[in-house]
């Protein structure tokens, strides 16, 4: 099946930090690192390099620049035989990037400049000419034309590419809260898009930033513990207003998994009311750039294959863990084969610690809700 990977593409520059933490980060001190590692950014790049990656042939549709960064991100994406014919590379403009401080014991934070993406439509796409497989979008927070006007173009794309007979797919990014992205409306945008949208596939930040701003701060403060019932909650939400499938990825607490009554047309009949928690496999984590895209890339090439939600929601927890033991997104993606050998070996998993009160542990390692139609 035909995958297209479309969205936001960047240059990410990673100092290789050893010692410190964000703390350090004050006026007239001088952090040390180790080195510097480039690696192309973005949902486009970090979710389609890892299909690459996996064995999967996906269409990129991107824009770029014609200044160095751009150059930089072409190498680098023809180093990964990656086919640039559906990159738009604009003259005159600057390619996006992103400064991505990642020390040791504490999750990322990000400098980063939107360039190109800013200027992404839904006239950049262009599905006529490929089959209808999956289309997947990611990041359109970081978009400026897919935000603005209540999301007019995220809506319309996606309008147009169920309209065509792709299976959709969208992911979403955490803005600025004072910047204009954080300023959207956002669960306007959502309850637009949503109808055509099959696979939803955002971070807990992300979705509580867009549906409750109150509970994305009190989860942030640790006054809100992160439980089923709220992902429930949530989730329930989501498919109300048009969502067939909901994965909202949970960090060190594994991936969340809902589906409605619907999905079965398309993914087939045990897809259908499913409500599914994979925790994560254990391992060394060097670096957690590109987890949730490379999470995404598993979860993407799970469906493809025609596989169940328990195989899908586990195949996508292994992918993602193969890439935080490498510093950059995509250096620690094996192939597809070596890590369905490392989970049918038994990986090791870690329990969650969240409130999952009512769920039942099966064999498989998944968690089953109590709405879950396998119990």
């Keep these: 099946m035909e995958i297209v990977v479309a969205g936001h593409l960047c240059l990410d520059l990673i100092p290789d930090w050893k010692v410190g933490n964000l703390a350090s980060l004050k006026p007239g001190n001088m952090i040390k690192v180790e080195g510097l590692t480039f690696s192309t950014g973005g949902a486009v790049s970090n979710t389609g390099v890892a299909l690459k990656r996996l064995g999967f042939s996906p269409v990129l549709i991107a824009r770029i620049g014609d200044d160095y960064v751009g150059d930089i991100i072409r190498s680098i994406l023809q180093q990964e035989e990656i086919k640039l014919d559906h990159i738009t590379c604009v003259s005159g403009a600057t390619t996006s990037y992103t400064i991505v401080l990642n020390p040791p014991g504490t999750d990322r934070a990000f400098i980063h400049y939107p360039g190109t993406n800013d200027t992404f439509t839904a006239d950049d796409v262009t599905l006529t000419d490929i089959d209808a497989g999956i289309f997947h979008l990611g990041y359109p927070p970081l978009m400026r034309e897919l935000y603005i006007n209540r999301g007019e173009n995220l809506e319309r794309l996606f309008r147009r590419g169920k309209g065509e007979g792709w299976i959709t797919s969208l992911d979403m990014a955490l803005p600025d809260p004072n910047s204009e992205a954080g300023q959207a409306p956002w669960w306007e945008i959502l309850t637009g898009v949503l109808p055509h949208v099959d696979l939803f596939l955002p971070s807990l930040d992300e979705l509580l930033f867009m549906m409750d701003v109150d509970k994305f701060y009190a989860v942030q403060s640790g006054s809100l513990s992160i439980s089923t019932q709220l992902l429930d909650d949530l989730s329930q939400m989501l498919l109300d207003i048009g969502a067939s499938v909901v994965g909202i990825k949970l960090g060190e607490q594994g991936l969340y998994l809902r ?19 994979s925790p994560v496999f254990k391992v060394d984590v060097q670096g957690t750039t590109g987890a949730g895209d490379t999470t995404i890339a598993g979860f993407l090439a799970g469906c493809a294959l025609g596989k169940d939600p328990e195989e899908v929601v586990t195949l996508a927890n292994g992918v993602g863990a193969c890439c935080v033991e490498a510093l950059s997104a995509i250096e620690g993606i094996p192939s597809l084969s070596t890590v369905q050998a490392r989970i049918e070996r038994g990986w090791r998993r870690i329990p969650p610690t969240l409130d999952h009160s009512g769920w039942i542990s099966g064999q498989d390692g998944l968690l089953y809700g109590p709405k879950d139609k396998v119990q």
């Design 259 to 277: 589906t409605n009554k619907g999905i079965g047309t398309v993914f087939g009949e045990n897809w259908e009311n499913r409500q599914l928690l």
